[in-house]
């Protein structure tokens, strides 16, 4: 690893066009479990699978088991940014690092203090009623008892894109621009098995694709460097 980390440090001095591509590996160090890795939610055993749960059907036709879920699984208000996060911050701050594309929802790259991020998958930090599109915060929605509803009497939906639904248009296209122009791209903490998230890197042109992730993933193959660690102590010893 050690090796790798200092091929990876040379590459970040020499960009000048860095973007940062992540998934819910970012978040396990903050204590928040992803879907696939290993404490993942994928093992835990519900009377329906999480991709089925999370699916914009299942919100339309099971709105209260939906919510049960969503409340007990989801919620990310208390979690605080990990090492990485904190990390992506000053880089952006340096100037190099030019947007984080995340298909995280739980909002922690803006709590560590980052300006450019794209959330492909939403977040549960914006909730809108479906009658009324009146915004609620987070913290409404999770303190609700049973469904949350809206004044007007509307459900209200979180702002996350659930199995099913389309990815907003402008995030995915000011999305690929980014990657298009970036000079290093580097990938962490996702299985890249989330589609149309994962098709995202087949447009970078740049000269370096570092993918870091503690499982393999299906883009290995193609990366310039590939670690597989824990991203946290990456960052920490970048
Ligand atoms: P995933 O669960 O499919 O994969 C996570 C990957 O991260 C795994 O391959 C695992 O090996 C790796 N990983 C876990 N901890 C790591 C660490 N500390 N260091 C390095 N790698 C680590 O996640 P995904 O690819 O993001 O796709 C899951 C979907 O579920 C996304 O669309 C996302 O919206 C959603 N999700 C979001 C959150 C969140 O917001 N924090 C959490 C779970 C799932
Ligand atoms: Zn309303």
């Known amino acids: 690893m050690e090796n790798s980390i200092e ?25 928040i479990p992803d879907f696939r890795g290993k404490d993942g939610l994928y093992h835990l055993k519900y009377k329906y699978p999480p991709e089925e749960i ?14 049960q879920f969503y409340k007990d699984k989801m919620n990310s208000l208390e979690y605080q940014p990990s090492i990485t996060h904190y990390k992506l911050t000053k880089l952006e701050q340096s100037g190099k690092l030019k947007a984080i594309i995340t298909q995280n929802i739980d909002g922690l790259h803006q709590k560590a203090g980052s300006k450019n991020v794209y959330e492909l998958h939403g ?50 296209l000011n999305s690929i621009k980014k990657i298009i122009n970036a000079d290093t791209l580097i990938v962490g903490g996702t299985s890249l098995t ?43 010893n970048l």
């Open 7 to 31: 091929k990876l440090r040379k590459i970040i001095e020499k960009s000048t066009n860095i973007v940062f591509f992540g998934g819910a590996g970012v978040s396990t160090e903050s204590g």
């Open 54 to 67: 999370l699916g914009i059907d299942f919100f339309l036709n099971n709105t209260e088991e939906f919510y």
């Open 123 to 172: 977040s549960i930090m914006r909730n809108y009623c479906m009658e009324c599109n009146h915004f609620y915060d987070a913290k409404h929605v999770f303190e609700s008892r049973g469904v949350p509803k809206c004044k007007c009497g509307g459900i209200i939906k979180p702002d996350v894109v659930l199995y099913g639904e389309n990815l907003d248009d402008h995030i995915l």
């Open 194 to 236: 989330v589609s149309p998230a994962n098709t995202l890197i087949q447009y970078f042109r740049g000269d370096n694709l570092v993918l870091i992730n503690q499982d393999e993933t299906p883009f290995d193959h193609i990366a310039n460097i590939v670690i597989h660690e824990k991203i946290g102590s990456v960052f920490d």
